[in-house]
């Protein structure tokens, strides 16, 4: 009687075991994309925008303003940030997102002429604002001051 390994009487005879044909990389193509778990996520960004028109949030508070500017709810189809469990809804066709502290943010649009027209306007109050800094200064030179020396040691101080 042939001795096996292990128990007295027991006959172990070598079996050829099939190799399974295993491709040599994975087929991964079809997995979701993951994000960095630590890392900042998309919360706001907006896709599915119309050409021609310059997208915001407007906190609550701020409608008022913005419609008397120019600017309309979004009520069409967008994709607003990653995919979430809690994800906000479109109230009554609105898009609105919860911005945390109870404040709710609403997406809004205007045309691209008005956003230019409104910023135009900002630029022309904050060059109104320099220029009145700039003529306060120095007593109305050039509205600058200082020197700037550049060399090494204290030869220049």
């Not at 925008?49 to 609550?60: D, I, L, P, S």
């Not at 120095?138 to 030869?155: A, E, R, T």
Request: hydrophobic share 30%; aromatic share 6%; with cysteine.
């Amino acid at each position: 009687m042939a001795r096996g390994f292990g128990r007295v009487g027991v006959v172990q005879t070598p079996v050829d075991v099939a190799v399974e044909d295993r491709p040599s990389k994975l087929n991964r193509s079809n997995r979701p994309q993951r994000g960095a778990i630590h890392g900042k996520r998309n919360k706001i960004t907006v896709t599915g925008t119309e050409a021609g028109f310059h997208y915001c949030w407007v906190n609550e508070d701020n409608v008022e303003r913005f419609l008397e500017d120019g600017y309309t709810f979004v009520t069409h189809e967008v994709k607003v940030g990653d995919k979430a469990i809690n994800k906000d809804s479109q109230i009554g066709g609105k898009v609105s997102k919860n911005m945390g502290n109870s404040v709710t943010a609403y997406l809004m649009r205007c045309t691209e002429e008005i956003y230019q027209e409104i910023m135009d306007m900002l630029n022309q109050e904050v060059d109104e604002t320099e220029q009145t800094m700039k003529g306060s200064l120095n007593q109305s030179k050039d509205g600058q001051y200082g020197q700037v020396k550049v060399g090494p040691g204290l030869d220049n101080l």
